[in-house]
């Protein structure tokens, strides 16, 4: 039953593409480019937020904007065409090469800086997505022509059991990493330092992120409009209510058949289920390829590698040489009064 169900939900994803090329014509396509050109700025002020978290770890290193920006849009373009974010892990690697002197631990606590924003913003975007009465509520999911979210839905257990692992595995590399990188913890606590001075935290972050979240709404307004939705706040932000949900269920890139099966749900009564489809489609294939090949250039141009594979493989090699061999941590820098000054303006 389970390999019938990812059969239908990839029959339901052609269906779609083929509905996606067959209204092609009607697409606005000068709308589907103010919002890739918006839907970069977002990433970019994104990148910025994360530099920010980064030079105030490290004040005395010096970050270039260019390098931290390349490493997000290299991760954000892999997580978009390939499953299981696998993404992370590249933008881990080369924001650890864009900062000398970095540890692993440090930069992997700066990502879960950025995840206070998303956090806090994403929750009430869930609660008003929900409030509308087109939404499916948690119990609904099981019901969805998407498997990943559907099956984990009407299997509890099973997705407890998931999670258990997942936590279970996560504690396990944790303690790992304790026994052997000298300072783990203090690495940790350097990259969520920025934490603890709130004015910097919301200047230097919080703010950052907020502004770039006001071009991610203006993105997905222009393809909505450009694929015949129509664009409008309640519009904009039920596609990113359905955007939260299809992120915690990466097996698929960027949650595709979540995405997919959500948008035709919510916008049953706003379109027919053709304009649905191709729309679903449409920004995902323009974005994805948009993040894709701006990552690309990004590892090529800014790192010098050849492609993404030549990154995950250095990447390991690279993670495996820090694992055998225990390593201290930067030098301790001054305490931060009022935040780092250096290569703020870079």
Request: one cysteine or more; glycine letters at 8%.
């Amino acid at each position: 039953m389970a390999v019938v169900a990812v059969g239908e939900s990839f029959q339901r994803f052609f269906d779609a593409l083929d509905q996606f090329f067959g209204r092609l014509a009607s697409v606005d396509l000068g709308a589907v480019a103010i919002a890739l050109v918006s839907f970069t700025v977002y990433l970019s002020l994104r990148a910025r937020a994360s530099y920010n978290v980064l030079t105030y770890a490290y004040p005395r290193a010096q970050v270039r904007y260019r390098d931290v920006w390349g490493a997000y849009f290299a991760g954000y373009g892999f997580n978009a065409v390939f499953p299981a974010r696998g993404g992370d892990i590249v933008r881990l690697f080369l924001t650890k090469v864009a900062v000398p002197g970095a540890s692993y631990p440090t930069v992997a606590a700066s990502f879960l800086v950025e995840a206070v924003f998303d956090v806090t913003v994403g929750g009430m975007v869930l609660l008003f997505a929900f409030s509308q009465g087109v939404f499916p509520h948690p119990p609904e999911f099981a019901r969805l022509d998407a498997f990943d979210l559907s099956w984990l839905a009407a299997h509890p257990q099973a997705a407890l059991l998931l999670i258990t692992l997942v936590a279970v595995a996560a504690l396990a590399a944790i303690a790992v990493l304790s026994s052997r990188v000298a300072h783990f913890w203090g690495d940790v606590m350097r990259g969520l330092s920025i934490l603890r001075d709130r004015r910097a935290f919301l200047s230097r972050v919080y703010a950052w992120q907020a502004a770039g979240w006001l071009f991610r709404c203006a993105a997905f307004w222009f393809l909505l409009e450009a694929f015949g939705i129509g664009g409008s706040v309640r519009n904009v932000l039920l596609v990113l209510g359905v955007n939260a949900v299809a992120a915690v269920v990466p097996f698929t890139p960027q949650g595709a058949g979540v995405q997919q099966a959500l948008l035709v749900t919510v916008f049953a009564g706003t379109a027919s289920g053709a304009e649905v489809a191709a729309y679903s489609v449409g920004q995902q294939l323009a974005i994805a390829a948009l993040t894709f090949l701006l990552g690309l250039v990004a590892i090529v141009r800014v790192f010098g590698f050849r492609s993404f594979r030549d990154v995950v493989e250095r990447g390991r090699a690279d993670r495996a040489a820090a694992g055998s061999v225990a390593r201290p941590s930067a030098p301790a820098d001054p305490p931060h009064g009022t935040g780092p000054s250096t290569g703020e303006n870079r």
